[in-house]
């Protein structure tokens, strides 16, 4: 016996356990799979989620914004071109925001007139608020005369007022049924030059002047005198619809004009009338009098169709790529590598360049866009996919299936490849923001036209804003805001992704 026990009783010796039955017990916690357990990792990472969040919330607006919005992506108005958001009955409550505002500085008093002149006849009021005013000095005849100058913001979309328009006498004729039917003033009596000094570049002036500058004649009491005409010599097409207030029946509403009639019409109600609807532009209208809301929606749309299928179809090429040169090394491996690094050298942009001035001729231009973003968009994931399979290849699994007859697409395909699908899955969600971002510069830069094929493109809109960013900086914000919240939620997506698949961290509950 060793001599360090000797001074030990003997009675304190028993046995630890005499009549217990040992056996497994129960796990107290429930086994999660590789990719519940990713969930589990994923779902602690707050920025990834927030940023999953927004990636569903843009999606949803890509699919749902242009089934809202009450216009086409083909209908255009070449008044309303570049104005801001616009809900009537929003602007109405001086909420401040969906008013068609814009702001103008040194408005003189006959510009302020001209405001209160056209909501007079309209009753639309494009004035919202007066920002400001200060006094101007001038020089004139040796006298200083001081005139007052006004900073205010203005609803473009009653500002634009009245225009002439030229149309058959069926048209006239439709627009006086509308006005009857619905009660709204279209059409307003017709002002010839000669009675308003000669003035015929502004169909806004209905009312008496002083002088070609369109000074107002004001009455005593400051009200404006009409200069409607009168004269039946000139008159169109017969008016029999109903008429603005102090019309006693002589004024004249309609002028002849080469087989058809010129007319004086309030704009915001004739919109009504062609479109059976108020303007309504929730983000405002781009260049080309495209409703904005329904554009950015469209362009979106297809954007991540496009990415998700161009990600598709490199993930297909490049996994199948990558899992034969992993796979099989050697002289097999050599070859492959060598024509991805030739593939690799050749520029994108010169080949999507040379793609859309040549392929797209004979294939179209998705097509060709297409196989430029595929030629070497996959080269990436088969590098990645050859890695992992370096990395699984010579596991004892893999040993095991080749020890038991297995073939060696099963092996490839049904031992390998999953257990390199989580790195591989992250890598291809990371492709999307790319392809999104090059897309968006090739058709920005105008290398790309995508207009013929999906009616616009975030890309399109954001090169159409640009030329208006000074005085319509919501034509390049919203479309510019969707792509950046989206290219830098897919990349923190992404990132998460990449850390819940990473093996190393499986299992760890921080």
Same mark, same amino acid.
């Given at each position: 016996m060793d001599q360090n026990f000797e001074h030990i009783p003997q009675e304190k010796f028993e046995f630890a356990q005499l009549d217990a039955h040992i056996h497994d017990t129960k796990f107290e916690t429930k086994a999660h799979g590789y990719f519940a357990d990713a969930f589990i990792r994923f779902k602690k990472n707050k920025s990834s989620v927030v940023a999953a969040c927004i990636i569903i919330f843009l999606v949803i607006f890509a699919i749902l914004a242009p089934i809202i919005s009450p216009y086409d992506i083909k209908q255009k108005d070449n008044i309303y071109v570049n104005f801001g958001p616009f809900i009537k009955s929003i602007a109405d409550t001086e909420v401040g925001f969906f008013d068609g505002g814009v702001v103008y500085d040194s408005q003189n008093e006959n510009q302020m007139l001209v405001f209160r002149a056209m909501a007079e006849e309209t009753g639309n009021d494009p004035l919202i608020k007066i920002l400001g005013e200060q006094d101007k000095e001038t020089l004139k005849r040796g006298q200083t005369v001081i005139t007052k100058t006004y900073k205010v913001r203005v609803n473009k979309y009653y500002a634009v007022g009245v225009r002439? !328009?030229?149309?058959?006498?069926?048209?006239?004729?439709?627009?006086?049924?509308?006005?009857?039917?619905?009660? $709204?003033? +279209?059409? !307003?009596?017709?002002?010839?030059?000669?009675?308003?000094?000669?003035?015929?570049?502004?169909?806004?002036?209905? $009312?008496? +002047?002083?002088?070609?500058?369109?000074?107002?004649?004001?009455?005593?009491?400051?009200?404006f005198v009409p200069a409607y005409s009168t004269s039946k010599s000139k008159a169109g097409a017969e008016y029999n619809s109903i008429r603005i207030k102090g019309d006693d029946g002589s004024y004249i509403y309609s002028y002849s004009k080469s087989g058809a009639v010129q007319c004086r019409i309030n704009y915001f109600n004739y919109y009504r009338y062609v479109n059976n609807r108020e303007p309504m532009f929730i983000f405002g209208t781009n260049s080309i009098g495209q409703d904005l809301f329904g554009a950015v929606g469209i362009g979106a749309r297809f954007s991540l169709v496009f990415a998700i299928l161009v990600s598709a179809i490199n993930l297909t090429i490049g996994a199948i790529y990558g899992a034969i040169q992993g796979y099989y090394g050697g002289a097999v491996d050599l070859i492959l590598d060598r024509i991805a690094d030739i593939l690799y050298e050749v520029p994108f942009m010169v080949v999507a360049t040379l793609f859309q001035l040549h392929l797209a001729q004979k294939v179209g231009v998705v097509p060709s866009f297409l196989f430029a973003f595929v030629l070497t968009g996959w080269i990436g994931m088969a590098a990645l996919t050859r890695k992992?399979?370096?990395?699984?290849?010579?596991?004892?699994?893999?040993?095991?299936?080749?020890?038991?007859?297995?073939?060696?697409?099963?092996?490839?395909?049904?031992?390998?490849?999953?257990?390199?699908?989580?790195?591989?899955?992250?890598?291809?969600?990371?492709?999307?923001?790319?392809v999104i971002s090059s897309e968006t510069t090739l058709t920005y830069l105008g290398i790309v036209n995508l207009s013929e094929f999906a009616g616009t493109s975030i890309g399109v809109l954001m090169s159409q804003g640009q030329a208006a960013m000074t005085t319509s900086p919501h034509a390049m914000f919203f479309p510019a805001l969707f792509v950046s919240l989206l290219l830098i939620s897919f990349n923190l997506f992404g990132n998460g992704l990449r850390d819940a698949f990473n093996p190393s961290t499986r299992g760890v509950e921080d």
């Open positions: 002439y !328009l030229v149309m058959s006498y069926e048209e006239f004729q439709k627009i006086q049924d509308f006005q009857n039917e619905t009660g $709204y003033q +279209v059409i !307003l009596p017709y002002v010839e030059a000669k009675d308003i000094y000669g003035i015929s570049d502004n169909p806004n002036i209905w $009312y008496k +002047v002083s002088d070609n500058k369109g000074t107002p004649a004001l009455d005593k009491d400051g009200n992992q399979f370096y990395r699984f290849k010579g596991q004892e699994y893999v040993l095991a299936a080749k020890t038991l007859g297995a073939k060696d697409s099963r092996i490839m395909f049904k031992h390998i490849f999953p257990n390199a699908l989580g790195t591989i899955i992250t890598s291809c969600v990371l492709v999307i923001p790319g």
